[in-house]
């Protein structure tokens, strides 16, 4: 009978690497998490799913004695496969950590995507870092005969990371051919006008940029071709001076066709969780962030129920949702690791949903009520290990920025480094933490000539004049104006910081994603309120997903035209079936604005 080769993940504790797991358990196959050193001579295939920063990853391995053995193992021949930091890893450095030498298997420095680009997708001179979503590939040379090929150029992929190996940078020359990276970039991709190194591959190394194990049926694919191949189909020990100069480098004309692909719009389905009165865990949907039915005769309604939350997310999978959220929405109200529930929702999801999951509701410092006190960080650290990708801060946010402001107008440092945004930034990556923002309009009486006076000045960047609102409910706002408050507790308290100072806060503090809701947009229909995403998009540089209001396909087109943002979000018209998601991307394509369109 013929085994399959040994297979070890080699894990450092540092995220998600539950999904990975979960994906190759999917795909038949059953692996060993390595230990020691000698895990690693037994190994016959290793995946390294790299997590979080550049730095901690080579400390780790450091640390935990697993950097020579690592090193011997890729000398071998044996199959390594690297994913993001994982591939990253191969090089000698990273502009990340400047101090720590990388595995050095491959010669150049990783740097930083430069946001300053006239090519950024939506014209404003300014993209996004970190590069979140999904984008496709193209392959610079053809696998010789025997050898497997594993890579597809017509597929998208999920990436998420700040960090790239830009091509012309590794060189002195432009000339890919002769750069000494060319045995070795098997897959370029582009954001902006920046083209970087999506997949290595030379012999038995392989790394990829993006997660396979998040990108949907395709990454699965590609996970299945390197599972399925055997060592000799893979590579074996290669000396890159053999192949500098491939023979099927792309064309330049080929390179220019290819050169249109670039990041697409990410559609999100969001699952409002919470338990209703009889105890279940439920998706619900509000209006107004209101989720209860109309109140009968005898009290308070009925919470909404939409669904099973894992059902749901299973379905949303299948109709090619791009990302899932599920938000706890009374997690304020107890402890989040005690509500266990929810750390079960999500790891449930994570068997079967392979796209990205990001987790919102009492990420924050909690105490149990035996007093164990439980930081935001170890919060964090239970939703990653039981399969999400990002955590979603709400309420804790706002506070944390308050007082970072409330620091810096007495002359105080502004960054403690203690907030959960920070701590969970340093330790996972900016790019597992979103900040969820629930602002509310504030209407102002412009009868009074004197309104702007009465306005608090650091509001006056965020007002907006009905008269030249680009929203899409303009008739019922001529003549008005007003300003956007930022709340917590699920938009039951009203705090004194605006949406630009909130999210511009949040940005310094470290997050790498902002879920932008609106309380008075939600469950409406009425389309999203482009005026407060245009404000909040002009004031960060880090992607903003788009919330609350989607009632037709025309309002998504609308969106990503006239905002530029990255991700448009939806909850009501998805539980309810009145507009699929399918229909969503098919007419976004029709509408020529990028999206990913599944096979499933
Ligand atoms: O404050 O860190 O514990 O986080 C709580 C989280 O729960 C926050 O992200 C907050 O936005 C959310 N939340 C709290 N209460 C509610 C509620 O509805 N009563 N939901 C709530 C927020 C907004 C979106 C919704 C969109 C799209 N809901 O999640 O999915 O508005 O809806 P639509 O497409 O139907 O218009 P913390």
Redesign the pocket.
Known sequence: KSEKPKLYLLDYGAGNVRSLANSINKLGYEFEWVKDASDLEKAEKLLFPGVGAFGHAMTSLKETNLLEPLLKYIRSGKPYFGICIGMQALFEASDESPEIAGLGIIPGKVSKFNPHDSQAEDGSGIKSVPHIGWNGVWRCWQEPEGKKPLMMDEEEYYFVHSFRMLYEDSTSTQNPETSPLAPYVHTLSRYGSEEFVSTVRLGNVFGTQFHPEKSGPAGLDLLRRWLEASPKELGGVVDPSEVSKRSQWITEQEKQSRKRRGLTKRIVA?L?VRSNDQGDLVVT??DQ???REKADEAGKGDVRNLGKPVDLARRYYHESADEI?F??????RNSALQDQPMLKVVEAAAETVFVPLTV?????DTIDPDGTVHSALEVAGAYFRAGADKV??????VVAVEEMLERESKGEKALTGKTGIETIAQGYGSQAVVV?I?PKRVYIDTSDPDWRSKVPAQHLPCVILGDHATSSTKEEERGKAWWYQCT????REVRDIDVIQLAQGVERLGAGEV?L??VD?????KGFDLDLIKLVKKSVSIPVVA????GRVEHFSELFKETGVEAG?????FHRREVPLDDVKDHLRKEQVPVRITSL
């Open positions: 969001c409002d949907k509000g962030y209101d989720v959220c938000l706890n929405i009374t997690s304020f919102g509701g009492g990420i924050k979603s801060i709400g309420s804790e946010a969820s629930d917590i507790r699920g938009g879920l809701n609106s947009r939600d469950g409406s229909g919330s609350s209001g989607a979000l939806a909850a009501g018209i």
